[in-house]
Structures are given as C-alpha cells and as structure tokens.
C-alpha cells in the first residue's frame, strides 16, 4: 500500500469489542492480567500486552505500529515532546567522555541541551560547520558516539549533505541523528540516506493542527544496542511517554498529514516566490531556484522544502512593526499549524540565549520566522506584504 492508505488502514493490534473504526482512546493506567506467567511476560516484555500506561498503553502502540508501517523502521518509540524524543536519543548514544558533534545552527532548547545539560554529565559538544565536510573530519574522534543535526535548520535553512556526514559518522562507529521535523519523515527516504535514529516534534505536521504535543524516535535498527538503550533504560526510568489522547489525536493527524502538508508547501512556495520579488525583504526557502541548497534538498528530499520560509527586514525595529501589523496571520511560535504563524526568534525562541551566541548561531535581529497554513495564498499574501509595508515605510 502507498503512504496514504497504510496511514489510514494500519490495523490496530487487536480487533475492539465494539468494532470501533478508530483506536479508543485507553485513558487508563493499569491493566488486569489472566494469570501470573502473563503478567511476567507483560512486565519483562517477553508479550507486548501492556501492563502501565507510563511506559505502554493500546493507544500509543497504535501510533507506533502505523509510524513504524509507514517507515519501514525497527523500533518507533512514541514521547510527550519533541525535546523528550530529542533528549531520549542522545543520552542512548552518549555518556561521560563521549563526544558529540553538531553544528552551531541548532533550535534554541537543542543547543542548551547539547552545550549546557549534557555538559553537567561530561558529554563533550563541539560546533563545527555540518555542511564542510574536512572540518566535520576533523572533530572526529574514537569517542564521538554520533553527529546530531537538523535536516533543514531552524531558523536558519541549512541544509546538510546527509550522506556524506552518514559516511564520516560511520568511519568512526558513530550514529547519525537527524531531527526530520521539517519536513514530514513520509517523503524523505531516511534510511537510504544514512541516518541511523530520526527524532521529530510530532507536534508540528503529525498533529494536524497543533491539536497535541508529542515526540518521535524512529530507530532504523543499525545502531547496536540502541533500542535496549532506548526502551529498557530511558523509557522506563525517566518518563517521558506520549499520553494517549495525544496519540489518538496523532494517529488523526496521520490520516490527513498528506493532504495538509501538499497544501502548505504549496502556499509556503507562492509566498516566497511573491515576497522575493518586491527587492526590500530577503526571503530564504530552499524551494527556489537560487537558494544555495535548493539542489540538495531536491536530491535528499524528493523535491519537498518544507512549509517554513524566513524573511529579512532592514531592523529588528522593522521586525517588531512587521508584527504589530499583522492581521490575518498569528502572532504565535510552534511550526506547521494550519494557521499561518509569524516570530520573530531573536527576540523570543532564542531571547534567553546572549546576544553574543545568538551571533554565533546566525539567528538575526532582522529575521521573522514563517509557519505556513492552510490560508488562501492571496490572503495571506495582501497580508504580508500589508505588514512588510507598514514595517519599512
């Protein structure tokens, strides 16, 4: 079956009682077993009957079992926020005197995680640029146990060579990680392109409308010991599970995620294509032409670029009044909800963060971040450019 019709028609584990054409919601937290070998096998995972809804619940596993469909992966373990999901797979790979390697262009929580929490434990983070492959090269050592990146950075639109940095990773017995979260794991053939462990905010396009948090971890099984590490340990001890009604409302959003994100895209691409046009804002969306990645996310993505562009104004001034001004689109954070959502990073996502990293991390006072929606284009547009003329006049 295609992607659309296992995202619907994934069978649940077993037929309900009431012949329910969607998984019930299992807003429960224990389960009675028929006797003491099931309950056995349930708690040391010989059967996959659930036994706590910390660690396993119906509702949950449905979401897993269609992710898992739908990628072909070995494991798919579901938590209740990208930066669990996020947090979860790497402290499976690290430890103290472990090395990791990223890049400096990282979501502003990723970055503290990597360069401040881990820290504390003495996991050792070096920055280097992810698109130069000699200096990737030479971070590389025999305890750097991943190279973590984002597949297209937020807020900055880098975009990596995948294989290359799955090649380097693998010389030295390192996973590649990648968060995926912009653009949806169902059009990028992950594992043909090297990544080992994919993490995603499955509140952004898997929710279907910003209806839920959640978090993803989806292991391709080429990482030793990494699903043990993952479901036996972090799981279990730090308790970080997708709570049901998440799952139910993300198992929804699965069905219709093809619909929505076509139409997003589509939206996000005519934006930029306007905007680009007027000659006093800088617009950046690897879906043009001219953009220095757009021939490498053709090649890794299928022709897909996301549905979050960035605009540049002459101030961060300019930024707030371009705020101020909106009136159709939303003065809201979060990523792929179906309405459109305007921020301005420096000043918010990243306001913690000195200004002298937030340099170092090219997140601009001149940058305003666009979540794209389900909007008529040419409302969004009158918009916009309403907004941006108001800002620079």
Not at 297 to 314: H, K, N, V
Not at 371 to 377: P, Q, T
Request: aromatic share 8%.
């Amino acid at each position: 079956m295609k992607f659309q019709t296992k995202a619907i028609h994934t069978s649940m584990p077993r037929k309900d009682a009431y012949g329910a054409l969607a998984m019930p919601v299992y807003h429960c937290c224990a389960y009675e077993f028929p006797d003491h070998q099931a309950m056995i096998d349930s708690f040391t995972q010989v059967s996959d009957d659930p036994d706590y809804s910390r660690v396993t619940n119906p509702t949950v596993i449905h979401l897993e079992r269609v992710i898992r469909s739908l990628t072909g992966a070995h494991e798919v373990v579901a938590f209740n926020s990208g930066m669990a999901a996020i947090s979860a797979a790497i402290m499976a790979v690290a430890s103290a005197g472990k090395r990791i390697v990223t890049s400096k262009h990282l979501f502003g929580n990723t970055y503290l995680l990597l360069t401040r929490t881990l820290k504390r434990f003495g996991v050792e983070t070096v920055l280097v640029d992810l698109t130069n492959p000699s200096e990737v090269q030479e971070a590389l050592t025999d305890n750097t146990c991943c190279i973590y990146l984002e597949t297209i950075t937020n807020p900055q639109m880098e975009v990596a060579d995948l294989r290359v940095l799955s090649q380097l990773a693998h010389s030295v017995g390192a996973a590649l990680i990648a968060d995926t979260t912009m653009i949806p794991f169902t059009y990028v053939d992950s594992r043909g392109l090297g990544i080992d462990i994919e993490v995603l905010s499955s509140t952004k396009y898997l929710s279907g409308g910003a209806t839920s948090l959640g978090g993803i971890v989806i292991d391709y099984g080429t990482v030793p010991g990494f699903a043990d590490a993952l479901c036996k340990d972090l799981l279990m001890n730090l308790g970080g599970y997708m709570t049901p009604h998440a799952a139910y409302m993300q198992t929804l959003g699965l069905e219709t995620l093809d619909a929505r994100y076509s139409v997003q895209e589509a939206n996000a691409l005519n934006i930029a294509l306007e905007l680009s046009q007027r000659g006093d804002v800088e617009v950046n969306y690897p879906g043009l032409p001219d953009n220095p990645y757009h021939e490498l996310c053709r090649d890794q993505f299928g022709g897909r670029y996301s549905a979050m562009l960035t605009i540049s104004l002459p101030t961060e001034e300019a930024c707030f009044r371009f705020i101020d001004a909106l009136q159709l689109v939303r003065r809201a954070t979060n990523l792929f909800d179906n309405k459109t959502l305007a921020i301005h990073p420096h000043s918010t996502i990243f306001g913690t963060i000195d200004r002298d990293t937030r340099a170092q991390m090219d997140v601009s006072e001149r940058l305003i971040r666009l979540s794209v929606g389900l909007e008529d284009v040419d409302d969004l547009l009158a918009d916009l450019n309403h907004a941006i003329d108001t800002a620079v006049s």
